[in-house]
């Protein structure tokens, strides 16, 4: 590889010959930026040269970040689900694109993106001005450099500046653990739905004595429950993509499980499907045939993830108890678990998690009681009808 400077007016630049074009053959050129002096455009043309041997050289180009990551997510769209492809093009566009889409992408630098994420620690939120979670910030970061990584491998730039970018600390007490219900407000709640005659209480059931995700409980469909051996075959949800409800396949393929009901659900799913048929006969032509789901509106159309979210939300407040997110019904199962003394390995395998690691991340407040409790009961099993000292 040859490199060479030259004065052009007042400037001074530096030209690398590259190698020539495979398939034209042609000369391949890179000019780099101009320099005040000549020592600085020889020091850019050894660093240049050397770059290229390490083969870390990429030749410049006036691509801004905003450009490539437009054309990032819509070359992306077939190695992502539709839902998560939808959550990743929001979360770039909205915190990454509009706040530092206009640097060029060679000009990216480790320090832009630590910028980015304090910003958006204190104010990220388009909304309300507040700031983002950290896991909201982690999963930007998450996305961003996945996006570099193959702008790295595709040598528009020599280096990934996600890799070492720093993301704000989180210094809430992770002990603490969820927000979640105590077990007088989750039965305040079921029995008041069940007073009410509310035709979600099968479904906040479902949710309560199984901690299934969401959209896993959407996406059942009768062939896929066992009412005799009480058994339940997980391998579709309901998510939304901008806002749609859409089929799709499991978060991940861990969360593909069969998992066991309790007797008290199996009793429920029971009546709701004598309820179901019972409908169909005396509605003939009403009942949507499309799908053959076990949650549904009373016509057996699909029910849609954000409308059962606001739908809980709603009767949380009707009957007086305090607001707290769908998904905590899921961290309320497995705090339970824990506390009964289920091992960290059926909770993972039961709640569909892809590692052990997870779990006793998520669970750690839960786990370190069961560590206090054990350590009480292990001493006292030490020095059973002995007397120390």
């Not at 398939?23 to 002096?37: A, E």
């Not at 700031?131 to 996006?147: C, W």
């Not at 593909?256 to 029971?270: C, D, F, G, N, Q």
Request: glycine share 6%; proline share 3%; aromatic share 8%.
């Amino acid at each position: 590889m040859k490199g060479s400077v030259i004065k052009k007016g007042t400037k001074w630049y530096v030209i690398v010959e590259l190698m020539r074009d495979p398939i034209t053959n042609k000369r391949n050129r890179s000019w780099s930026k101009g320099f005040d002096t000549k020592r600085e455009a020889e020091s850019a043309r050894i660093e240049m040269l050397n770059q290229i041997q390490r083969n870390e050289f990429s030749k410049p180009s006036s691509l801004s970040l905003k450009e490539f990551l437009i054309d990032w997510l819509e070359n992306s769209q077939t190695q992502y689900k539709p839902g998560t492809h939808s959550v990743m093009s929001r979360h770039l566009k909205n915190h990454v694109i509009n706040k530092i889409g206009s640097v060029k992408l060679q000009e990216l630098r480790t320090a832009h993106l630590n910028k980015l994420y304090k910003e958006l620690s204190l104010n990220g939120n388009l909304t309300s001005g507040e700031g983002l979670s950290i896991k909201t910030i982690k999963g930007v970061h998450a996305y961003l450099r996945k996006a570099l990584s193959d702008a790295e491998k595709w040598d528009f730039i020599s280096k990934n500046p996600a890799s070492n970018a720093e993301i704000p600390k989180d210094f809430e007490i992770k002990s603490a653990g969820h927000s979640i219900w105590t077990n007088d407000e989750l039965t305040t709640f079921l029995n008041t739905s069940r007073q009410a005659d509310d035709k979600y209480f099968p479904l906040w059931f479902f949710y309560a004595t199984t901690g299934v995700r969401r959209g896993e409980a959407l996406g059942l469909e009768w062939k896929d429950i066992d009412l005799i051996k009480g058994k339940c075959n997980i391998r579709q949800t309901i998510g939304c993509v901008d806002h749609k409800a859409v089929f799709q396949t499991p978060k991940t393929k861990s969360s593909r499980r069969t998992i066991a009901l309790p007797s008290v659900l199996v009793i429920e799913l029971k009546k709701l499907k004598k309820r179901q048929i019972a409908f169909r006969l005396q509605y003939p032509g009403l009942w949507n045939e499309e799908y053959d789901l076990v949650f549904t509106h009373e016509d057996g159309r699909m029910l849609h993830p954000e409308r059962v979210f606001k739908e809980f939300q709603r009767r949380s407040t009707r009957y007086g108890v305090k607001l707290t997110t769908l998904h905590s019904l899921r961290h309320g199962w497995a705090t339970n678990a824990g506390r009964s003394g289920v091992s960290p390995n059926v909770m993972k395998e039961h709640l569909g998690h892809s590692s052990i690691t997870i779990t006793m991340d998520t669970y750690s407040h839960v786990l370190a009681e069961q560590d206090e409790a054990a350590a009480e009961l292990v001493t006292d099993a030490i020095f059973a009808n002995q007397q120390l000292g």
